[in-house]
Every structure is written in structure tokens, then in C-alpha cells.
């Protein structure tokens, strides 16, 4: 994505409020996102990767987020 603005020469679709919120609050949860992960990738720079005791398997964590996508959904009939 690129910093520079739109040309001038091109009208811009303007937002209804809601959907500005929407959009800037998508931001806000991946800006902190990214925030978590630049952490512990710098814990690990600086610290060495973490002992196998202190890690979580992979299967479990699939498992705890299809648990917490499968609650987000509604049922279907």
C-alpha cells in the first residue's frame, strides 16, 4: 500500500460514519496486532526461542480457535 496520496484528478467515494468507524476500528485491532507479534519476535530476538515446556502444540491452539470461531457463528438448522 502506498503512503502517497490519490491523484487529485480522481473523486474520491466518501464513507457514511458508521462505516469510518467500522474501518478505522479494523485498523486499530490489526495495528495492535501487529504490535503483539513485532514483541514477541523481538523476545525472541533478544531472548532465544522459548523451551518445549513453555510452548503450546499447534493442535491445540488449531483446536481452541475453531472452538471460538464455531461460538462466533450462529447455528443453522
Same mark, same amino acid.
Given at each position: 500500500?502506498s #503512503?502517497?496520496?490519490a @491523484?487529485s484528478?480522481t %473523486?474520491?467515494q466518501? *464513507? #457514511?460514519p458508521a462505516? /469510518?468507524d %467500522?474501518v478505522? %476500528?479494523y !485498523?486499530?485491532? &490489526?495495528? !495492535? #496486532? !501487529? #504490535?503483539? *507479534?513485532?514483541g514477541v519476535? +523481538?523476545?525472541?530476538? /533478544?531472548?532465544?526461542? @522459548?523451551?518445549v +515446556? +513453555?510452548? &503450546? @502444540?499447534? +493442535?491445540?491452539?488449531?483446536e481452541?480457535?475453531l !472452538?471460538r470461531? %464455531?461460538?462466533?457463528r450462529p447455528a443453522?438448522a
Open positions: 500500500m #503512503d502517497q496520496p @491523484p484528478d %473523486a474520491r466518501q *464513507l #457514511d462505516a /469510518a %467500522a478505522r %476500528a !485498523a486499530a485491532r &490489526t495495528r !495492535a #496486532d !501487529a #504490535d503483539r *507479534l513485532a519476535l +523481538e523476545d525472541i530476538a /533478544a531472548n532465544g526461542l @522459548p523451551s +515446556e +513453555e510452548c &503450546t @502444540p499447534w +493442535e491445540e491452539l488449531r481452541q480457535h !472452538a470461531l %464455531a461460538r462466533q443453522v
